[in-house]
């Protein structure tokens, strides 16, 4: 249950009261264990090989009482495999689980099971995620049991394509509006090489408009969307980017200002966000030339795969399918704590996918899209844009 508002806050509006329903409504802990240990370890330790830079001294609320705010920039053109490996790193590394950031994120993930790895039944909200709608940021800020977690340039930072790789887009005002009605930091950082997920990869505003219709956020147009339609597994691909997370210099957007919250202008608003765009890109740009020139470190990689031959070929994007399909599986069957996917005997590839034979559908060209979209978009509902 979550942790009631500290006497010394003001006492939330009544309609934040009515929605703090969404600090448990679909988040499940025990998910989220079995899910790192069984899977997100394994891709993290061969696949993304992930970092984190500068936090050593990790970031401590300024406002005991009050969520710091997290942001990144989101990676171009790739499925957010990005915010899962930082999010699953961070879950690992931390003494304290109450300092781990739950994010908010884009609604159109949670629309329809298309947009959730493998076709997972609310794989981003049981991980904890929220529907980054203005009255859950709103709620979440009087949430105390952990900070908070966005991607402040929403869709059009995971939709602007390789030709405009470590480009920061708009920023959310409302990041800005909330920090300082709350007087609260943001903690950016920089998710490097990221953009080597899906590299080589375009994007044009017109089709990503046409694409969001049918609830897909954005339509890569690159070497991989011909195997996208051969191999619809494709989809969820991931290139072996060694994925890098710089902490940035933390934003205080209460002192940008002199006026409070409710006196900025829409225009001020966007003057504000305009300055910590700016702020952040330098840092970014610095984080790119130290850490992004070798965006795969292919020799590291391969000294992966050798430490962890026993686990093949689970730690490829191909057999992610079947071992996605299998954990939800077992997860809904055997439950909390009760898991163990076995990825070390001789065929346990095969062996998943006889006992998921929808898994096949991920490999047959053009007509597997047929099971996947009816799955997909059964019970598909529209989302609300923050």
Not at 56 to 65: A, S, V
Not at 146 to 158: K, W
Not at 181 to 199: A, K, S, V
Not at 214 to 242: D, E, R, S, T
Request: proline share 9%.
């Amino acid at each position: 249950m979550p942790t009631a508002p500290s006497p010394a806050l003001p006492t939330p509006p009544p309609e934040i009261r009515a929605n703090q329903h969404i600090y448990s409504d679909y988040f499940d802990e025990e998910f989220v264990w079995e899910l790192d240990k069984n899977i997100l370890q394994l891709l993290d330790r061969v696949w993304f090989r992930s970092e984190l830079v500068g936090f050593e001294n990790y970031p401590q609320r300024n406002n005991p009482g009050t969520p710091l705010i997290f942001a990144s920039n989101h990676s171009g053109m790739a499925f957010p495999w990005d915010a899962m490996v930082a999010l699953s790193h961070l879950w690992r590394k931390l003494a304290s689980l109450s300092d781990l950031p739950r994010p908010l994120s884009a609604p159109m993930l949670s629309q329809s099971a298309l947009m959730n790895p493998f076709l997972v039944r609310d794989f981003w909200k049981r991980c904890g995620c929220v529907d980054a709608t203005t009255l859950n940021f709103e709620t979440m800020m009087y949430y105390q049991e952990h900070n908070l977690m966005l991607y402040p340039e929403g869709v059009p930072g995971i939709g602007k394509g390789f030709n405009r790789k470590y480009q920061l887009q708009r920023l959310a005002t409302s990041m800005i509006r909330l920090g300082i009605q709350h007087r609260t930091d943001i903690i950016p950082f920089y998710t490097i090489n990221g953009e080597y997920l899906n590299p080589y990869a375009y994007s044009w505003d017109w089709l990503n408009n046409l694409s969001k219709k049918i609830g897909i956020p954005f339509i890569p147009v690159g070497p991989i969307v011909l195997m996208v339609l051969l191999q619809p597994w494709f989809f969820y691909m991931a290139f072996p980017a060694k994925l890098t997370f710089v902490l940035g210099s933390r934003i205080k957007p209460y002192e940008l200002t002199d006026k409070a919250h409710d006196e900025l202008s829409r225009e001020e608003y966007q003057e504000l966000s305009s300055q910590v765009r700016t702020r952040m890109q330098a840092e970014m740009d610095a984080a790119v030339q130290q850490y992004g020139q070798k965006p795969y470190r292919w020799g590291e990689m391969w000294q992966r795969i050798r430490e962890n031959w026993r686990y093949f070929p689970f730690f490829l994007p191909f057999a992610w399918p079947a071992m996605f399909t299998e954990f939800e599986k077992q997860y809904t069957k055997k439950g909390k704590r009760g898991i163990r996917l076995n990825l070390t005997s001789p065929g346990a590839w095969l062996r998943m996918i006889w006992r998921n034979p929808f898994t096949l559908s991920f490999f047959i060209p053009i007509l597997g899209w047929i099971p996947i979209a009816i799955r997909g978009y059964k019970g598909h509902k529209l989302g609300q844009k923050m």
